[in-house]
T-cell receptor, first 115, second 112 residues
Framework: AQSVTQLGSHVSVSEGALVLLRCNYS??????LFWYVQYPNQGLQLLLK????ATLVKGINGFEAEFKKSETSFHLTKPSAHMSDAAEYFC?????????????WGLGTSLAVNP | GAGVSQSPSNKVTEKGKDVELRCDPI?????LYWYRQSLGQGLEFLIY????????KSGLPSDRFSAERTGGSVSTLTIQRTQQEDSAVYLC??????????FGPGTRLTVL
């Protein structure tokens, strides 16, 4: 079985500060890992994904994440927060094998960016 | 833009009524997923369709929930005898084979 834990349901940073959103996963098979963002009143949008190529993954809007197998982590970072980054962020895991890529989700982290 | 569309965007119903939620996937996408987003439960997988294969229904919470996908395209999620705990945002996603999932805007269901 797979599971995702996002540490911190709410994170607040100042504009220009480092953003760090934490995600730990549990999987008995090699995983694919994803970060999605949900802006207010909008649908889910893929930020970035790990699919067993490079362990450091770069995504849209300046975000990146590093897959660390030894720590079973896939934390999301951005060097400098912007007001427009305020949103809900979800980490998700799926199987690499098999023909079903259903996503197992964390509970989400709400990011607030203060001026 | 030919993204995933869902209808209705909002649905308010009375407890015990049946509801149908519709999803129009991106043209050419072979896979279609339904998820539910509710307070306290987060996002949960409900059901998955891939081409002509039998759907994976392992995430459906009860036999009141069913879904079909006609002609490999449009999908309808049906909830019979709705209960208050069914209140949630129902999200549909589609993908080409096993690639990235693209999500629709969701249907917000409120059961009174």
């Amino acid at each position: 079985a797979q599971s995702v834990t996002q540490l911190g349901s709410h994170v607040s940073v100042s504009e220009g500060a480092l953003v760090l959103l934490r995600c730990n996963y549990s999987s008995s098979v090699p995983p694919y890992l994803f970060w999605y963002v949900q802006y207010p009143n909008q649908g889910l949008q893929l930020l970035l994904k790990y699919t067993s190529a490079a362990t450091l993954v770069k995504g849209i809007n300046g975000f990146e994440a590093e897959f660390k197998k030894s720590e079973t982590s896939f934390h999301l970072t951005k060097p400098s927060a912007h007001m427009s980054d305020a949103a809900e962020y979800f980490c998700a895991v799926s199987d690499q094998a098999g023909n079903n890529r259903k996503l197992i989700w964390g509970l989400g982290t709400s990011l607030a960016v203060n001026p | 833009g030919a993204g995933v569309s869902q209808s209705p965007s909002n649905k308010v119903t009375e407890k015990g009524k049946d509801v149908e939620l519709r999803c129009d996937p991106i043209s050419g996408h072979t896979a279609l997923y339904w998820y539910r987003q509710s307070l306290g439960q987060g996002l949960e997988f409900l059901i998955y369709f891939q081409g002509n294969s039998a759907p994976d229904k392992s995430g459906l919470p009860s036999d009141r929930f069913s879904a079909e996908r006609t002609g490999g395209s449009v999908s309808t999620l049906t909830i019979q005898r709705t209960q208050q705990e069914d209140s949630a945002v129902y999200l549909c996603a589609s993908s080409f084979l096993l690639s990235e999932q693209f999500f629709g805007p969701g249907t917000r269901l409120t059961v009174l």
